[in-house]
């Protein structure tokens, strides 16, 4: 839909906002945890770093089946069914007696609820977003900045009040708000009706236009009758042996065509018009099929483990560096973590450059990640706490660079194959999120140091940032990003 077709997307917005708050902690913020962890079931930093990991592995694992659930369910109660889970796993948490325990609680239950609620809000966003993906994502996933920042400098306070237990006990009744925020996720074509927006009809729409004179506004143009995107080119050159390119390229150029008009403003009782989705649509295994036959994908599945197996060293590891190599305070490591939390601001800084079309929204996302790589590098000779300060600041706001990720997988794969790409991709993030915290924890009880697990960290950084882009340019697929 237009960004002007309905008023519901801002309810959607602050909705997907509160579920990236949520998300964050899951993901960013238990890394002030793990110290206590090491301490209360007397483990090795790889074990515990291994079990505060495996939730977000597994809540990237699990995206296929989350994305399933969106396909069936929709993703406003797929959305709900995560926050359910959510909750469930945090009070449950706080009763676990071994690290078994809290590995199924904690690393199972919740990385299933929050790999529901991340495709849910990914593909809301979309949805409600269609013309400014980038500025939409920026201003959610903002929340994952803001919340990397405040909740381990307010987990540590709690702590010396109620003991982690207590503090995952109050938490629990947080995500309660993520069930509340899937119910308001309404879909485009089935939103409240508003009686302070007014309607706008849609303009009429002349059917007998061809595809090469069609631009549509998601930055997929049609060219002589073929789809000027990585993926399309890719589909007629690897479909041709179950269906002929003819009718494969019809199919999708309708599919898309049709979802654009789908997008107008919907009936909400005031006589707006009243357009319907295509039935025709390629099956869940059909999709499936298609992308494991594309290079593009396999060039993403690389990419992505190696980025989350060096961000996921770095997010895990942080405070045992600082307080075992450094020698500083459990409150001197929340404090470095928490300068994570500068992304916020870069995350929306990012979107509005990508708003204004001031950068290409890719030259963004792969030089945000190169310039992590070498910060991390560089972080090897930061051994002091302001030093290290600095390198948080610096590298919370290369990190921001995650805000365009699922615009990258949309605008190369397309919205008729976004829900399915996005949930096969999601699986290599949780690979890199467990590999990579594991190694880097093998690494530091073996050299009794650092250094070498954030050598590791900033090299994965620097490999996956470039093998994406290198790969893309080496198959002459780079010419047809424009976005």
């Known amino acids: 839909m237009t960004d002007s077709g309905s008023g519901w997307r801002w309810v959607v917005l602050i909705a997907c906002f509160v579920s990236a708050i949520c998300i964050s902690i899951f993901y960013y913020a238990f890394g002030t945890f793990v110290l206590y962890w090491i301490d209360e079931f007397s483990a090795t930093t790889a074990s515990v770093a291994a079990v505060s990991s495996s939730g977000a592995a597994i809540a990237s694992?699990?995206?296929?089946?989350?994305?399933?659930?969106?396909?069936?369910?929709?993703?406003?109660?797929?959305?709900?069914?995560?926050g359910i889970l959510m909750m469930?796993?945090?009070?449950?948490?706080?009763?676990?007696?071994?690290?078994?325990?809290?590995?199924f609680t904690y690393s199972i239950l919740g990385g299933?609820?929050?790999c529901f609620c991340i495709t849910s809000y990914i593909n809301a966003v979309v949805d409600h977003f269609r013309d400014q993906k980038a500025l939409g994502f920026g201003l959610i996933t903002s929340a994952f900045g803001i919340a990397s920042f405040v909740f381990p400098l307010y987990f540590e306070a709690l702590i010396g009040q109620y003991s982690w237990r207590g503090v995952m006990l109050i938490t629990s009744g947080f995500f309660g708000n993520m069930i509340v925020g899937g119910l308001l996720l309404y879909p485009v074509d089935a939103y409240p009706s508003l009686p302070s927006f007014s309607c706008r009809k849609q303009k009429q729409i002349d059917t007998i236009t061809t595809p090469s004179s069609l631009i549509l506004e998601d930055n997929n143009t049609y060219k002589d009758g073929q789809q000027t995107s990585i993926t399309s080119i890719l589909l007629a050159n690897e479909s041709r042996s179950t269906i002929p390119i003819d009718a494969m390229s019809h199919k999708h150029t309708n599919g898309i065509f049709n979802a654009d008009q789908s997008q107008a403003i919907q009936d909400n009782k005031k006589n707006c018009c009243d357009l319907t989705n295509v039935?025709?649509?390629?099956?869940?295994?059909?999709?499936?099929k298609i992308l494991i036959c594309s290079w593009s994908f396999y060039l993403m599945v690389i990419h992505n483990t190696l980025l989350y197996v060096g961000i996921f060293?770095?997010?895990?590891?942080?405070?045992?560096?600082?307080?075992y190599d450094l020698n500083l305070t459990e409150e001197q490591a929340a404090q470095i973590v928490s300068t994570f939390g500068i992304s916020a601001i870069f995350r929306i800084l990012y979107g509005l450059l990508s708003r204004w079309k001031v950068v290409k929204t890719y030259n963004v996302y792969f030089s945000c990640f190169s310039f992590a790589g070498v910060l991390t590098l560089l972080?090897?000779?930061?051994?002091?706490?302001?030093?290290?300060?600095?390198?948080?600041l610096c590298w919370g706001a290369m990190l921001a660079g995650l805000t365009h990720y699922p615009v990258v997988v949309y605008e190369i794969f397309g919205s008729d194959f976004f829900n399915i790409a996005y949930g096969y991709l999601e699986v290599m993030h949780g690979i890199g999120a467990v590999t990579g915290p594991i190694i880097g924890g093998i690494l530091f009880d073996v050299t009794g140091s650092s250094v070498w697990t954030f050598i590791f960290a900033g090299s994965s950084l620097l490999v996956g940032s470039f093998i994406l882009p290198i790969g893309l340019w080496l198959t002459g697929q780079i010419k047809l990003l424009n976005f």
């Open 313 to 323: 060293v770095v997010l895990s590891l942080t405070t045992a560096r600082a307080s």
């Open 279 to 288: 039935d025709e649509k390629l099956s869940y295994y059909h999709v499936t």
């Open 88 to 103: 469930t796993a945090f009070t449950t948490s706080s009763f676990a007696q071994t690290l078994s325990q809290l590995f």
């Open 112 to 114: 299933l609820g929050c």
């Open 379 to 392: 972080s090897v000779f930061a051994k002091s706490f302001p030093m290290q300060i600095v390198y948080g």
């Open 61 to 82: 694992i699990a995206s296929p089946v989350g994305c399933f659930c969106v396909e069936k369910l929709g993703y406003r109660w797929t959305h709900v069914i995560g």
